[in-house]
C-alpha cells in the first residue's frame, strides 16, 4: 500500500466545503469532552495542531486559552485559515517535517481527525515518533480518530449506508461514507484502523497510551441523535511519552 500521507483536501471543491464546518452534531461530540480531557492530563499552554485543516480545531484551542500552532499539508487548507484567523499561526508542512521546529517545544500535539486519512502502519509509525519528539517531557498528544463503527452505521452527520463493503474492510483498507452536515455530499475516502492497530502504532513508536475515551450523544442534548447514543462514532486517545524513552533517560 502507498504509504504517502493522503491529502483528499487538495480537491478544490472538497476543501472549500469542509472549509464552512464549524461543529455540528456528530462534530459537536467530538470536541464537547476536549476541555474536560485536556484539563486532566495537560500541563502547560504551548499546543502544535496537527493536521489543522482550515483552523476549526486550532481557533478551539485558541479559545481554551492555548498558544496553537496549526499545521497542514494542504496549502488551500492553510489559505482558509489563515483567512478565517489572520492573527493565527498556521504552517504548510511537506509530509511530515516538522525539521522548522524545536524538538521537545510542545505541551500538547494535537491530531484532530489527522489519522483517518494516514494510510498503512509504517507512515502512522513515522508521524507518531516525529511527534513525540516536538512534546516536552510531561507533553501529551491527544489523537482523535474516527472509529470503526462510524463506517457502518447511520449518523446525524454522516451515512454509510450505500457503502456495505466497509463492515469487511480491515485495517489500512479505504471506507467510504457521506457527510451529510456540508454541501459537498461526494462520498468521503477514509483509511480504517482498529483500536488494536493504533495500539501496536502506539507501541512501535513507544508512545505510553494513558487514557481513552469514546464520546457518546446524550439525550438532553439538543440533537435528533441516531447512532450516537449507543455507539461511539469517535475514538480519543491521550498518549505521553513511551517506557523505553524513560527508561533510557532514567538509566534504567
Known amino acids: 500500500m502507498n504509504s504517502r500521507f493522503s491529502n483528499p483536501y487538495a480537491d478544490k471543491t472538497r476543501a472549500d466545503a469542509y472549509a464552512g464546518i464549524e461543529f455540528p452534531a456528530t462534530y459537536y461530540l467530538a470536541y464537547r469532552d476536549l476541555p474536560a480531557i485536556i484539563g ?57 517535517d516538522f525539521r522548522v521546529f524545536t524538538p521537545r517545544t510542545f505541551d500538547l500535539v494535537t491530531c484532530l ?3 483517518d486519512n494516514v494510510p498503512a502502519m509504517d507512515k502512522k509509525v513515522a508521524l507518531l515518533q516525529s511527534l513525540k519528539r516536538l512534546m516536552k517531557d510531561s507533553g501529551r498528544i491527544i489523537n482523535l480518530v474516527s ?75 439538543p440533537y435528533s441523535w441516531v447512532s450516537e447514543i449507543t455507539t461511539a462514532p469517535w475514538a480519543i486517545y491521550v498518549l505521553g511519552h513511551g517506557h523505553q524513552e524513560a527508561a533510557r533517560e532514567t538509566g534504567c
Not at 493536521?51 to 492553510?78: E, H, K, N, P
Not at 470503526?148 to 474492510?169: C, G, L, Q
Open 147 to 221: 472509529t470503526p463503527e462510524i463506517y457502518h452505521n447511520e449518523w446525524v452527520s454522516f451515512s454509510s449506508k450505500d457503502f456495505p463493503e466497509n463492515r469487511t474492510a480491515v485495517s489500512g483498507d479505504k471506507v467510504r461514507i457521506v457527510m451529510l452536515d456540508g454541501p459537498d455530499q461526494r462520498p468521503v475516502e477514509d483509511i480504517l484502523w482498529t483500536e488494536d492497530d493504533y495500539h501496536e502504532a502506539y507501541r512501535r513508536a513507544d508512545l505510553l497510551p494513558i487514557k481513552t475515551y469514546r464520546p457518546l450523544g446524550d439525550r438532553s442534548e
Open 40 to 96: 486532566e492530563h495537560v500541563e502547560g499552554a504551548k499546543v502544535l495542531d496537527f493536521g489543522c485543516g482550515a483552523g476549526r480545531s486550532t481557533r478551539f484551542l485558541q479559545s481554551l486559552g492555548f498558544t496553537v500552532t496549526g499545521v497542514d499539508i494542504a496549502q488551500r487548507m492553510i489559505t482558509h485559515a489563515r483567512k478565517r484567523d489572520p492573527q493565527g499561526d498556521y504552517r504548510l508542512v511537506t509530509d511530515g
Open 113 to 115: 481527525f489527522t489519522f
